[in-house]
Every structure is written in C-alpha cells, then in structure tokens.
C-alpha cells in the first residue's frame, strides 16, 4: 500500500467511511492485510466489525468475519465515535505511551515464576498464588514481556541451572536436579539454543569447546566464520585477521580456536551463503546455527529471519510483531548481541524514519548490504 493511501486529515469526520469511498481510502489490499493480519498496517487504519461492534488494528488475531460485516476507519478514535468498542485482544485503542494497564500484575507473576524457578508450577497455581487471573497471565505476558510464561519460566529454570553449575564443586547432576530438572535430557532438550554448549563445558568457562574458523575476503571487508560440532557459531566482519581473531577470543574466552585447514562443511556453506548475498544470486543458508540467547533474543532473530529480502522495519515496527510495542530499544540490544551477521539479518532494521540506524559492523556494511538486496 503506497504511503499516500494511508495518510489520514486528523480532522477527517468520524463517520465509518462510506462503500463508495472504499477504492480511493481503503483499496482491496486493505483486506487482504486484514486477512493477512498484517503488522506493518497497523496504525494506517483499523477495521471494525458491526455484527459484534468491535474495531480492531490490521493484525488482530481474532476469527476474521465475513467482509460484508466490516466497516474501515482512518483512526481508532473515528471508530469509537461511530459507536465500536476496542478489541480486548489486539489493543488498537492502546499507544506506546500509555502504559499498559496489566504491567504491574505481569510484573508480579514473573516475580513469582523467578522465585519458584525450581518447581513445575500450574497456571491455576501461579494465578491463586499472585491474585491474578490466568487470562490475564496468558494475554498480557506475552505482550509486556515479550514472550510467554512458559518460555518465561524456562529461562528462569534455565538460569537457577547456570548459577547452580558455577558453585565451587557442585556437581552436573546435582546441579540439574536442583534447578527443577527430571533429568539431564530435559536440560539438554531446553538449552540447546541459550546455552550452546554442554553444562559441564559451560561451568568451565567454555574450556574444552573446540571452534574451527577460517577467515575469507569479502565485498564488506576480511571475514571469519567459525563453527562448533553443532553449527556456525559466528560470522564477523572486521578490518584485518588480528581483529577478527581478537573478537572471537573475547566471544568465547576459554575455549580452543583453530584455524581450519581449508574451507569445507559448515564453513564453505557459510562462506558461500555471506558472498551469495552481496550478488544477484542469493542462495538459501544450508547450514545449523549454534548461538546462546536468551528467549527474548531468539525471539528478535526469528522475527529477523523472516523478513523477506529487500525489505525493512523499523525497531518499533519488529517490538510490535513480537507483541511488545515498547520494547524498541530491547529489540535493539538483541541485535547488537547477534554474533551471526548476514544470517540472522539485523541489518534490515532501521530508524522509525526509514535512516540506517545502529550496526554492529558499521554503517557502511550496512549500507552495501541492504543496496545489494535491493538488486
């Protein structure tokens, strides 16, 4: 949708607009992005619905009706105007400077699931235990926190583990018992991805992990890509060898670096892939990554990986596809945390006014990157 079939005359009258208008303000693809629940219409305009008169933002997960029943508005106060009420679900009455109503009650669950890291807790529990209503936990966690209780409670978990490992002579075993673990497996199941390496290898500080890595010229200057036993564990960009070296040294402190003999498995598929993306001929990434995150983290990357080549958001746009508008500058951090360039495409963020924003390998990659998609 061009930019200017969406731009509204706040002084505009709040009558639903009329059938006859509906090709000038809101063409078909308004429905289809309705249909497609469609995050990056959201704020363009909203959607109600007169059967039940309720009005909703493009993206609303809610049963979508029949399109005989749907009234278009260029703002959510036109909607409330012409008598629709907000969704409960998708929130289009609610901005990202005013507060979310349910902060301090989500606030007080994930205390709660902090402190009892170590024991399997049912919803019914959580909420008898907090005074808050188990709707309100599975709607608001996810949209104040950014992920789920369970994911929440599993990152908890997670971490009660790493502080249990690190005691002087604590065992593995005692230490995955004591954290809430039925067994090892579970914990193996659970961490593949936050901790990107075995318990007993993480509680010696990575001593042990071997990584390989080989270093590759490139359009956006020297490159390294190293891999563990499990999948490519980073991709860097930098100005010579000893740079490069020296930033995978401080990414995995005690662990065996070895240079590769030769560029073949992972290593030439990664190589191959960060090339092929600065050509005309992209080629799909055939290779599994091995990266720590943390849930939120993995969340921001995924969302990453599926924004479709030669497009953009902006860091508010992606906070708002995770469910938490008012987490641009976590979402930020979690792609300065990235440690696989070009795979995991945090250069397709940008500023809220379309500028190149904030790139851990420098604004001119960036630049060039984004050019080269745009091929």
């Not at 999948?231 to 402190?253: M, N, V, Y």
């Not at 080629?283 to 720590?292: E, G, H, Q």
């Amino acid at each position: 949708m061009s930019t200017a079939a969406v731009t509204f005359n706040p002084a505009m009258s709040t009558q639903p607009v009329k059938s006859a208008n509906v090709p000038s303000l809101f063409p078909g693809k308004s429905w289809q992005q309705v249909l497609a629940r469609d995050t990056s219409a959201d704020g363009q305009f909203f959607y109600a619905v007169k059967s039940t008169k309720i009005y909703c933002k493009p993206s609303c997960a809610s049963r979508k009706p029949s399109r005989k029943n749907v009234t278009f508005f260029p703002t959510a106060a036109a909607a409330e105007a012409a008598g629709y009420r907000a969704c409960l679900r998708c929130e289009p009455d609610r901005t990202e400077d005013k507060p979310d109503p349910q902060a301090d009650a989500i606030a007080t669950v994930a205390d709660y699931l902090k402190d009892h890291a170590a024991e399997r807790t049912r919803l019914a529990d959580i909420a008898k235990a907090t005074g808050v209503g188990r709707l309100t936990i599975l709607r608001g966690f996810k949209r104040v926190l950014g992920v789920t209780p369970g994911e929440f409670a599993k990152e908890q978990r997670l971490a009660k583990f790493k502080d249990k490992v690190r005691e002087p002579k604590k065992r593995v075993t005692d230490a995955i018992y004591e954290a809430g673990y039925g067994s090892s497996s579970r914990l193996y199941e659970n961490s593949a991805v936050s901790l990107g390496m075995t318990p007993r290898v993480m509680r010696e500080g990575g001593a042990g992990l071997v990584i390989r890595y080989t270093l590759a010229d490139s359009p956006l200057g020297k490159m390294l890509v190293a891999t563990t036993d499990f999948g490519i564990c980073a991709i860097l960009f930098g100005r010579d060898q000893k740079e490069l070296e020296a930033d995978l040294r401080e990414r995995f402190s005690k662990a065996q670096l070895t240079p590769a003999r030769g560029n073949t498995g992972w290593l030439a598929e990664a190589v191959a892939f960060v090339l092929s993306q600065l050509s005309e001929s992209p080629t799909a990434a055939k290779f599994p990554l091995d990266v720590r995150a943390t849930a939120f983290q993995q969340r921001v990357w995924k969302a990453l990986q599926a924004i479709p080549r030669g497009e953009t958001r902006s860091y508010g746009e992606l906070a708002r596809e995770l469910g938490k508008p008012t987490a641009s500058r976590a979402v930020a951090a979690a792609c300065a945390a990235n440690p696989i360039a070009i795979a995991v495409p945090c250069h397709r963020l940008v500023g809220s006014d379309g500028s190149l924003t904030g790139y851990r390998w420098g604004l001119d990659r960036k630049q060039k990157i984004l050019a080269a998609e745009h091929l």
